[in-house]
């Protein structure tokens, strides 16, 4: 149980475009998402808490106008990452947590998304 | 806010050795502590976690130690094998209830 899907996996766009990507809680409903930003080596960085219905709590220096969250479901979060540039490639990793799965903390990954853009 | 410190941040060790990895974190409020596998290009696999209610917490090769007075907190590999090889993340639980996660360890099993 507590499986947690994203799409795509990988994802090449041209400088300028936008890019969605989508987060499923496939068993469970998740009262909370979480979008976190990997770069190669390095640790997880949050970038933003969203829950359901209401608009996402970014963290500071995350910029809310280019990383568009929306959290429109209980089972569903997706990110844009609207004007993409070479800078904002990296692996981008979701998580959802619940708070009737009986454990009130943990979050559960989504395989994440490599985003390229060139 | 919460700070995770995480050492060392390269370990190898020989198969069958055990493997000690250690965080540190600021907040005396936080109460959850998980640790994280990841393999390179996965998703992070929670391994086990602890809360500020134990001590200690095991599950068969692997085990967990809290100290809250000092604010740090030990994931212990015992028995290594070449499929441990990861990088492993402690994480917190800050005022948010968000986790904040340390830096990583990246741990090599040499058969």
Same mark, same amino acid.
């Given at each position: 149980?507590?499986v947690?899907?994203?799409? #795509? $996996?990988?994802?090449?766009? %041209?400088?300028?475009?936008?890019?969605?990507?989508?987060?499923?809680s496939?068993?469970?409903?998740?009262?909370?998402?979480?979008?976190?930003?990997?770069? #190669?080596?390095?640790?997880?960085?949050?970038?933003?808490?969203?829950?359901?219905?209401?608009?996402?709590?970014?963290?500071?220096?995350?910029?809310?106008?280019?990383f568009?969250?929306?959290?429109?479901?209980?089972?569903?979060?997706?990110?844009?990452?609207? $004007?993409?540039?070479?800078?904002?490639?990296?692996?981008?990793?979701?998580?959802?947590?619940?708070?009737?799965?009986? %454990?009130?903390?943990?979050?559960?990954?989504?395989?994440?998304?490599?985003?390229?853009?060139? | 806010g919460? !700070?995770?410190?995480?050492?060392?941040?390269?370990?190898?060790?020989?198969?069958?050795?055990?493997?000690?990895?250690?965080?540190?974190? $600021?907040?005396?409020? $936080? !109460?959850?502590?998980?640790?994280?596998?990841?393999?390179?290009g996965?998703?992070?696999?929670?391994?086990?976690?602890?809360?500020?209610?134990?001590?200690?917490? %095991?599950?068969?090769?692997?085990?967990?130690? &809290? !100290? %809250?007075?000092?604010?740090?907190?030990? &994931?212990?590999?015992?028995?290594?094998?070449?499929?441990?090889?990861?990088?492993?993340?402690?994480?917190?639980i800050?005022?948010?209830? !968000?986790?904040?996660?340390?830096?990583?360890?990246? &741990?090599s099993? &040499?058969p």
């Open positions: 149980g507590a947690v899907s994203q799409h #795509p $996996s990988r994802v090449i766009c %041209k400088s300028g475009t936008s890019v969605k990507i989508e987060c499923r496939l068993d469970f409903q998740a009262t909370t998402m979480f979008w976190y930003r990997q770069f #190669p080596k390095k640790s997880l960085m949050l970038m933003a808490t969203s829950n359901e219905g209401s608009k996402a709590t970014y963290e500071q220096g995350v910029e809310k106008d280019k568009l969250i929306n959290h429109a479901s209980l089972t569903l979060s997706t990110l844009t990452v609207t $004007s993409a540039h070479p800078e904002d490639s990296s692996f981008y990793i979701c998580s959802a947590r619940s708070h009737n799965t009986g %454990k009130d903390y943990e979050q559960y990954f989504g395989p994440g998304t490599r985003l390229t853009v060139t | 919460e !700070n995770v410190e995480q050492h060392p941040s390269t370990l190898s060790v020989q198969e069958g050795d055990s493997a000690v990895i250690k965080c540190t974190y $600021s907040d005396s409020a $936080s !109460n959850y502590f998980p640790w994280y596998k990841q393999e390179l996965k998703r992070p696999q929670l391994i086990i976690d602890i809360r500020s209610n134990v001590g200690e917490k %095991k599950d068969q090769r692997i085990a967990v130690t &809290l !100290n %809250k007075t000092a604010k740090h907190f030990s &994931l212990h590999i015992t028995e290594t094998q070449p499929e441990d090889s990861a990088v492993y993340f402690c994480a917190a800050d005022y948010g209830q !968000n986790f904040v996660f340390g830096p990583g360890t990246r &741990l099993v &040499l």
